[in-house]
């Protein structure tokens, strides 16, 4: 059984950069679908990026995908998120959740009934 550990989130002025980082442990990521979802308070978990992990096949939300981009480190049991240009709207706890690989499917962001997650990231940005 794989364990998530998230690391990474900071208090950032509007405009800065992040990386997130998703570390297992107890397993890889090998053969598996690892996301990116974030909640803001009183809003919905969204997801915000996936990445199939024995393809090597990232996917970023549209509403993001110019600003965030999510990879995995050759070891296998990293995933990273790195946030670009952040805006006050990207104010949000951001949570790492792992699954078999199918996750990673079309429309997986509407799917975010993951199997594992990790306790999550808090990112806030301010104007």
């Known amino acids: 059984q794989v364990q998530l550990l998230e690391s990474g989130g900071a208090s950032v002025q509007a405009g800065g950069t992040l990386r997130l980082s998703c570390v297992a442990s107890?397993?890889?990521?090998?053969?598996?679908?690892v996301a990116w979802f974030r909640q803001a308070p009183g809003k919905e978990r969204e997801g915000v990026a996936s990445?199939?992990?024995?393809?090597?096949?990232?996917d970023v939300v549209d509403s993001v995908k110019d600003r965030f981009a999510i990879s995995q480190n050759s070891a296998g049991d990293t995933v990273y998120l790195d946030l670009h240009s952040l805006k006050p709207e990207d104010t949000a706890m951001y949570f790492c959740?792992?699954?078999?690989?199918?996750?990673?499917?079309?429309?997986?962001?509407?799917?975010?009934?993951?199997?594992?997650w990790g306790q999550g990231t808090q990112v806030t940005v301010s104007p």
């Open positions: 107890g397993d890889t990521f090998r053969r598996t679908c």
């Open positions: 959740a792992a699954d078999a690989a199918f996750k990673c499917g079309s429309g997986w962001w509407t799917r975010p009934n993951f199997t594992f």
């Open positions: 990445i199939h992990t024995y393809r090597d096949l990232p």
